[in-house]
């Protein structure tokens, strides 16, 4: 049986866990969430209540999203007749292996297995399974419940028509999958996002800037760029008519010249400490301000991706 999705398992109540199940649910499914969090029910209500309004979709109430959730923590039963399960613990091998396993025991044969893990692979994570074929990373990019990719990894023994369903199920809920050709260590959003949070740290640690100007210059030039644009695209587009060939000829050479002068710091508890005070202090800390913050990024990330879908058709090459 591999019909459509309609029941969906969540394991895993962090950040991401709460993120996926706000999705979910806006998209008429029946979650269930397997968590061990003695708080679960007070901590989901309060995650959708505070993802709900920037969902892309129409506006959701969300006491009425919140009928169609059940809590869980026995992961045996949470499985139990689900058509799809979503990883979202803490990135440890061992737990991993052991819930996939244990979902491999009691969920149906059709049962798609996917985890949100952004550095373990698919082969790691089903070594103790009889059959991973139903297995892969689908790993989402942070707010998971908003921002379009999600990372499709399969492993050696993943079979192809997994991920074609994995690729089908996240398309159904808005998303944008991406699936690596073979596997890698990490993930390509997180190598790419790693490279320039490198930069970062190295510019702050050095004295050039503080941890809120580099976050103005990153969001006032590359960021609203790549926003519109990836990184091939800009530069395509930056050669003029002759395109990336004649931007990379023109000053390729130098480019790769500053590549030797990026900086490669090492986080020391001095470094982290000034990270955090910078950052601590521009932004502020605890409940209250997270809140406030991550609405605030949803409005902003919502406001964006709807001039994105208003503008899609827009230059599109001909066919």
Same mark, same amino acid.
């Given at each position: 049986? *591999?019909?459509?999705? &309609?029941?969906? =398992?969540? $394991?895993?109540?962090?950040?991401?866990?709460?993120?996926? =199940?706000?999705?979910?649910? /806006?998209?008429?499914?029946? !979650?269930?969430?397997?968590?061990?969090?003695?708080?679960?029910?007070?901590?989901?209500?309060?995650?959708?209540?505070?993802? /709900?309004?920037?969902?892309?979709? +129409?506006?959701?109430?969300?006491?009425?999203?919140?009928? &169609?959730?059940?809590? @869980?923590?026995? $992961?045996?039963?949470?499985?139990?007749?689900?058509?799809?399960?979503?990883?979202?613990?803490?990135?440890?091998?061992?737990?991993?292996? @052991?819930?996939?396993?244990?979902?491999? &025991?009691?969920?149906?044969?059709?049962?798609?297995?996917?985890?949100?893990?952004?550095?373990?692979?698919?082969?790691?994570?089903?070594?103790?399974?009889?059959?991973?074929?139903?297995?892969?990373?689908?790993?989402?990019?942070?707010? %998971?419940?908003?921002? +379009?990719?999600?990372?499709?990894?399969?492993?050696?023994?993943?079979? +192809?028509?997994?991920?074609?369903?994995?690729?089908?199920?996240?398309?159904?809920?808005?998303? !944008?999958?991406?699936?690596?050709?073979?596997?890698?260590? #990490?993930? +390509?959003?997180?190598?790419?996002?790693?490279?320039?949070?490198?930069?970062?740290?190295?510019?702050?640690?050095?004295?050039?800037?503080?941890?809120?100007?580099?976050?103005? $210059?990153? *969001?006032?030039?590359?960021?609203?760029?790549?926003?519109?644009?990836?990184?091939?695209?800009?530069?395509?587009?930056?050669? #003029?008519?002759?395109?990336?060939?004649?931007?990379?000829?023109?000053?390729?050479?130098?480019?790769?010249?500053?590549?030797?002068?990026?900086? *490669?710091?090492?986080? =020391?508890?001095?470094?982290?400490? *000034?990270?955090?005070?910078?950052?601590? &202090? /521009?932004?502020?800390?605890?409940?209250?301000?997270?809140?406030?913050? %991550?609405?605030?990024?949803?409005?902003?990330?919502?406001?964006?991706?709807?001039?994105?879908? %208003?503008?899609?058709?827009? #230059?599109?090459?001909?066919?």
């Amino acid at each position: 049986m *591999t019909g459509p999705v &309609r029941t969906v =398992t969540v $394991v895993g109540a962090g950040t991401i866990g709460l993120a996926w =199940t706000t999705l979910f649910l /806006a998209h008429g499914l029946d !979650v269930r969430l397997s968590t061990r969090r003695t708080d679960a029910e007070r901590a989901a209500s309060e995650a959708v209540e505070l993802f /709900a309004p920037s969902l892309p979709s +129409p506006p959701a109430d969300p006491a009425r999203l919140l009928d &169609r959730l059940t809590i @869980e923590p026995d $992961v045996t039963k949470a499985v139990a007749g689900t058509d799809l399960v979503q990883e979202n613990v803490r990135e440890q091998l061992a737990l991993k292996q @052991e819930l996939f396993a244990e979902a491999e &025991r009691a969920a149906p044969d059709h049962v798609l297995l996917l985890s949100s893990s952004s550095s373990l692979s698919a082969d790691a994570l089903g070594a103790t399974m009889d059959d991973p074929s139903g297995l892969l990373v689908g790993h989402p990019f942070n707010p %998971a419940h908003l921002m +379009p990719l999600v990372e499709l990894i399969p492993g050696t023994r993943t079979r +192809p028509d997994a991920v074609e369903r994995a690729a089908a199920f996240y398309r159904s809920l808005g998303k !944008v999958p991406v699936a690596l050709r073979r596997p890698m260590a #990490g993930t +390509p959003a997180n190598r790419l996002q790693s490279a320039l949070f490198r930069e970062a740290v190295h510019l702050v640690a050095e004295g050039y800037l503080t941890a809120e100007e580099v976050d103005a $210059v990153v *969001t006032g030039s590359i960021g609203l760029r790549w926003g519109a644009v990836g990184p091939f695209q800009a530069f395509h587009l930056g050669g #003029g008519p002759g395109g990336l060939r004649r931007m990379l000829g023109a000053v390729g050479g130098r480019m790769a010249a500053e590549w030797e002068h990026l900086g *490669t710091p090492a986080l =020391t508890d001095d470094i982290v400490e *000034t990270l955090a005070a910078q950052t601590e &202090r /521009a932004y502020g800390q605890g409940d209250d301000a997270y809140r406030r913050l %991550a609405a605030a990024r949803d409005v902003r990330q919502g406001a964006v991706l709807a001039a994105l879908r %208003a503008g899609e058709d827009t #230059g599109r090459a001909d066919p």
